[in-house]
């Protein structure tokens, strides 16, 4: 297991964290399909997702702890916010980084 700092956003900023990677030691194949929930997610019950704007600012009020059963529904909710660029899918738990979902 190989260890790395990344923060998601292009520059620093007040909520800007950086978080770790763990990346397998060995090589792996990438997900063939990346239109679905990454297989990770899968095996947790809750995420944490949060819509963001153009800016890389946060779109407040669009944060929200949902099952992943219920991800996608909550994921069109948000997007209907026209200022939101991207959501970030969180650990509920600890507020990881896992991955980005865009627009269209």
Do not use: W
Not at 81 to 87: C, E, L, S
């Amino acid at each position: 297991m190989l260890v790395l700092a990344h923060r998601p956003f292009p520059f620093p900023q007040p909520y800007a964290e950086v978080g770790p990677v763990f990346l397998c030691a060995d090589a792996c194949e990438p997900p063939s399909d990346t239109t679905r929930m990454p297989e990770i997610l899968c095996d947790v019950s809750e995420v944490l997702i949060r819509g963001y704007g153009t800016d890389d600012r946060i779109r407040y009020g669009t944060g929200r702890v949902v099952a992943v059963k219920r991800v996608q529904g909550e994921m069109e909710a948000i997007f209907a916010d026209p200022t939101v660029a991207y959501i970030h899918v969180r650990s509920a738990r600890n507020n990881c980084f896992q991955c980005r979902v865009e627009r269209g």
